[in-house]
T-cell receptor, first 112, second 112 residues
Framework: GENVEQHPSTLSVQEGDSAVIKCTYS??????FPWYKQELGKGPQLIID?????GEKKDQRIAVTLNKTAKHFSLHITETQPEDSAVYFC???????????FGRGTSLIVHP | DSGVTQTPKHLITATGQRVTLRCSPR?????VYWYQQSLDQGLQFLIQ???????AKGNILERFSAQQFPDLHSELNLSSLELGDSALYFC???????????FGQGTRLTVV
């Protein structure tokens, strides 16, 4: 089955800096890669996703890039703000699997 | 608000007991997923239903079972509870398989 590795497990940045979270996947047939943000005490919230037919997608301060050859994808957050502090999960889906497989999460801390 | 409703939000019960967690998917969503999130753990997939039928099983214990009803709401039954079953249990729904999944706020289960 699919295996998703996510790094780093913790990321601490100053407000205004950029943050990058990286994930690798094992199943070359995976074709859908969502990112979720989980704030304390809440459920994961879908923030951006990318499909395998594009290499990059942006939504305001958030962008996701996908390298199918290397089987990795990354979340980029620019001009970070304290409210960006949360746990971020990547996931991969597709091929023979109907089930999103999640990375172990990255705890992002943005210091004011 | 994702549109996925989970009840109850919190549940405290004793070892050996049985509980039922309930999930109402977003309007129009046919697929329901159940995930377990323990402290410092990622999202562990338990089971998926699509339009009333079980579609996939993850690392779900035999003491746990689930079903999806004709109105598409789902229930997760946990029996012979152990201390280690204490966790957040999330339900997610999607309109179709391999589509964006939206999570509920979760049920926090504490077994004492």
């Amino acid at each position: 089955g699919e295996n998703v590795e996510q790094h780093p497990s913790t990321l601490s940045v100053q407000e205004g800096d950029s943050a990058v979270i990286k994930c690798t996947y094992s199943d070359s047939a995976s074709n859908y890669f969502p990112w979720y943000k989980q704030e304390l005490g809440k459920g994961p919230q879908l923030i951006i996703d990318i499909r395998s037919n594009v290499g990059e997608k942006k939504d305001q301060r958030i962008a996701v890039t996908l390298n199918k050859t290397a089987k990795h994808f990354s979340l980029h957050i620019t001009e970070t703000q304290p409210e960006d502090s949360a746990v971020y999960f990547c996931a991969a889906l597709g091929g023979g699997s109907y089930i999103p497989t999640f990375g172990r999460g990255t705890s992002l801390i943005v210091h004011p | 608000d994702s549109g996925v409703t989970q009840t109850p939000k919190h549940l405290i019960t004793a070892t050996g007991q049985r509980v039922t967690l309930r999930c109402s998917p977003r309007s129009g969503d046919l697929s329901v997923y159940w995930y377990q999130q323990s402290l410092d753990q990622g999202l562990q997939f338990l089971i998926q239903y699509y339009n009333g039928e079980e579609r996939a099983k993850g690392n779900i214990l035999e003491r746990f079972s689930a079903q999806q009803f004709p109105d598409l709401h789902s229930e997760l039954n946990l029996s012979s509870l152990e201390l280690g079953d204490s966790a957040l249990y999330f339900c997610a729904s999607s309109v179709a398989e391999r589509a964006e999944a939206f999570f509920g706020q979760g049920t926090r289960l504490t077994v004492v």
